[in-house]
């Protein structure tokens, strides 16, 4: 799977939109981007993913450049709970011989800091 | 909604003590996966299934074993503990479309004393 890079950390006032900028330039044609979220020790949770097209969902709006070589996670009006590591993860995408191609690999992510 | 069931959740054993930690994942998903997260570190993928049969391995020591029932849910069975296998270790399961998100489970917190 491609690597991805992002910023360490970032912060946020509560009530802003939240811009969490990833790169990934070595990814491929079958390669998706998600996002997901970690709270202080509970299970990532799920955001939103997208391959070329811009995504939204109620959580979260997911913008991919034209050459989907970066990607930027928007909340859009941030509160003190969206605290929390922020990743940034490109996959594989479909089932070869019955296969499944699921595995996630998390790298550095993103911790957003959500302030009054 | 049904979500990803670990159990238990907190886990304290003795150094070269057997474990076994469970992951009952949501219904009619058919797909489970194993990480593990250290303090201060990111999930490191362990180990998947697929229709009960083993679909990727990662960094899984020699010393642990998993694997997926009949009825889907499966256990990560963890032998000869050491002081650096103390961490979380959470489950996730998903349909077998990878092109889906999958849900994680709240973890099992494993402290080897």
């Known amino acids: 799977d491609a690597k991805t890079t992002q910023p360490t950390s970032m912060d946020c006032a509560e009530g802003r939109a939240a811009n969490l900028p990833c790169n990934h330039s070595t990814i491929s044609g079958n390669e998706y981007v998600y996002w997901y979220r970690q709270i202080h020790s509970q299970g990532p949770q799920y955001i939103i993913h997208g391959l070329k097209n811009n995504e939204t969902n109620e959580m979260a709006s997911l913008i991919i450049t034209e050459d989907r070589k970066s990607s930027t996670l928007i909340l859009p009006h941030a509160t003190l709970r969206d605290t929390a590591v922020y990743y940034c993860?490109?996959?594989?995408?479909?089932?070869?011989?019955?296969?499944?191609?699921?595995?996630?690999?998390f790298g550095q992510g993103t911790i957003l800091t959500v302030h009054p | 909604a049904a979500g990803v069931i670990q159990s238990p959740r907190h886990l304290i054993k003795e150094k070269r003590e057997t474990a076994t930690l469970k992951c009952y994942p949501i219904p009619r998903h058919d797909t489970v996966y194993w990480y593990q997260q250290g303090p201060g570190q990111d999930p490191q993928f362990l180990i998947s299934?697929?229709?009960?049969?083993?679909?990727d391995k990662g960094s899984i020591p020699d010393r642990f074993s998993a694997q997926q029932f009949s009825d889907y849910h499966s256990e990560l069975n963890m032998s000869s503990l050491e002081l650096g296998d103390s961490a979380l270790y959470f489950c996730?399961?998903?349909?077998?479309?990878?092109?889906?998100?999958?849900?994680f489970g709240s973890g099992t917190r494993l402290t080897v004393v």
């Open positions: 993860i490109v996959r594989v995408s479909f089932n070869a011989g019955g296969t499944s191609y699921g595995k996630l690999t």
């Open positions: 299934f697929y229709e009960k049969m083993q679909s």
């Open positions: 996730a399961s998903s349909v077998g479309d990878p092109r889906k998100g999958y849900t």
